[in-house]
């Protein structure tokens, strides 16, 4: 409840005068440095000062996003991380707890209405949030709320560089950019797997699993399924349906597509309206993990588009 109300269409809409500020501040820094790293110099400071500024997290802490961020996915999402992975994920673990558990301490001294005083007052009562649940969802919320979104921009930058015709219809249909984002989401597949405990023991496709056994779902192959969508492998930005598994379904749906949409929505249309995209890394540079799709970097060369 607590997490539906701090990502309400009305608190998404406080954010939005911000981050078309931001936004802006970035294309302008862009275009001065023609030459960039996507997502250090665009897309995590977008998306990171975005869900700080919604919980109410200093924005001293946008320099360790993306340690906290690698150290996470790494750890948790690769089948069989290394001890390696798996002390740089409690490194960044319980550095964020520290923050959270100090900005817990001044909610509480002095509240006020933003993410983090919500869910300090979702901790009182007898059924009330434990401090274990309170750190865990912060942590899952700032990570979640900047690191997929993230990502999605810089796999969408570039598909779209790959893909001019699909940037001219997206510049060309504004106001059908639910849809543009959904295809875009779906064509890169950011969200790959999720993980499911086994429940019970059952056959699938002549495959024995036992309860117990760890099954990954593969969002990213049901993304490209042809049963479900005409030339899968095809980014077509006309496409529309919303059958994209990309945010989840029901009660995994994801709780902050709202803010993550609006985001999506700002940036692409913005960065392409501005600059034609030309990306230098051959092949991508990916980063572990199996749950989600994320790269270590990606090099492109911008110049301001031509206006008529």
């Not at 665009?42 to 320099?63: C, D, F, K, N, W």
Request: charged fraction near 20%; glycine fraction near 8%; hydrophobic fraction near 40%.
């Amino acid at each position: 409840k607590p997490m539906n109300a701090a990502f309400s269409q009305k608190n998404i809409n406080h954010v939005r005068p911000d981050l078309a500020r931001r936004l802006e501040q970035l294309l302008d820094e862009t275009e001065a440095k023609g030459a960039i790293e996507i997502i250090d110099d665009v897309a995590r400071p977008l998306t990171g000062t975005t869900i700080m500024s919604l919980m109410g997290v200093p924005q001293e802490h946008l320099v360790n996003l993306r340690d906290w961020a690698n150290g996470i996915v790494y750890a948790l999402g690769t089948p069989r991380p290394s001890v390696e992975l798996l002390e740089a994920g409690e490194r960044a673990m319980q550095e964020m707890d520290a923050l959270f558990t100090a900005e817990l301490i001044k909610r509480r001294a002095r509240p006020t209405d933003d993410f983090l005083s919500v869910l300090a007052k979702a901790m009182e009562g007898e059924n009330g949030l434990t401090h274990a649940e309170f750190l865990g969802t912060c942590v899952n919320t700032l990570l979640a709320g900047h690191e997929s979104t993230a990502s999605t921009m810089a796999f969408g930058t570039a598909a779209l560089a790959e893909h001019p015709e699909q940037v001219e219809y997206m510049l060309a249909n504004a106001g059908k950019m639910p849809d543009i984002l959904d295809e875009i989401s779906r064509y890169v597949g950011m969200s790959a797997s999720q993980a499911r405990l086994a429940s019970d023991d059952f056959i699938w496709h002549g495959q024995r699993v036992r309860k117990g056994d760890t099954v990954y779902l593969w969002i990213s192959a049901a993304s490209r399924d042809p049963s479900a969508y005409a030339d899968p492998n095809r980014l077509d930005l006309s496409r529309t349906g919303g059958n994209s598994l990309i945010f989840g379904r029901g009660i995994h749906f994801c709780v902050g597509h709202l803010l993550a949409k609006l985001q999506l929505g700002a940036f692409f249309p913005a960065f392409f309206a501005r600059f034609n995209v030309e990306i230098l890394d051959d092949p991508l540079d990916f980063s572990g993990g199996y749950a989600f799709r994320t790269l270590s970097t990606m090099r492109a060369r911008v110049t301001p588009r031509a206006t008529s």
